[in-house]
């Protein structure tokens, strides 16, 4: 398996199109297909961009293949649920509830973590088309016809 196939695997485990993964790596939209068509392997920023990004995540596994895609530190992975200690046989109702009350925490503390990083994601776009929208708007397209038919002009009278 590719370090490509492995950084697609990680997209579809976190359950994002590639557009939202793209954006979270700071990339443009047909930046993944753009390296599967070019055979290519992503720069070290994309790979820094995931650690960053998804902490649960092994970086040797990324990078060599070795090892298993999620850390198995339960502090770095934020959706992993530890298995309960005690036997259902033997617990109470309330012991249940507690456990199941446990479980949702950890479950509803990663989804917002992923919600967060792709919140950051969007933002981060929106800040790029704002400058971009910010330079169209302090262009002044009148100036440039002007300066360009002034040029066109010179040129012609210059052959």
Do not use: C
């Amino acid at each position: 398996m590719s370090i490509l196939d492995r950084i697609e695997n990680i997209r579809k485990i976190k359950g994002l199109n590639k557009s939202q993964f793209e954006k979270v790596l700071g990339k443009s939209t047909g930046y993944v297909n753009t390296l599967y068509k070019n055979n290519s392997i992503p720069g070290t920023e994309v790979i820094i961009k995931i650690s960053d990004n998804y902490p649960d995540i092994n970086l040797n596994w990324i990078l060599k293949g070795e090892g298993e895609m999620l850390k198995e530190s339960p502090a770095n992975n934020q959706l992993q649920v530890e298995e309960p200690e005690v036997s259902y046989k033997n617990a109470t109702l309330q012991h249940f509830h507690a456990d199941i009350k446990k479980d949702l925490a950890a479950l509803a503390e990663g989804m917002t973590h992923n919600f967060e990083v792709v919140s950051d994601g969007i933002f981060e776009s929106l800040k790029g088309q704002q400058k971009i929208l910010k330079f169209i708007d302090d262009l002044d397209a009148k100036a440039i016809s002007k300066a360009t038919l002034k040029l066109n002009e010179m040129l012609k009278q210059t052959k």
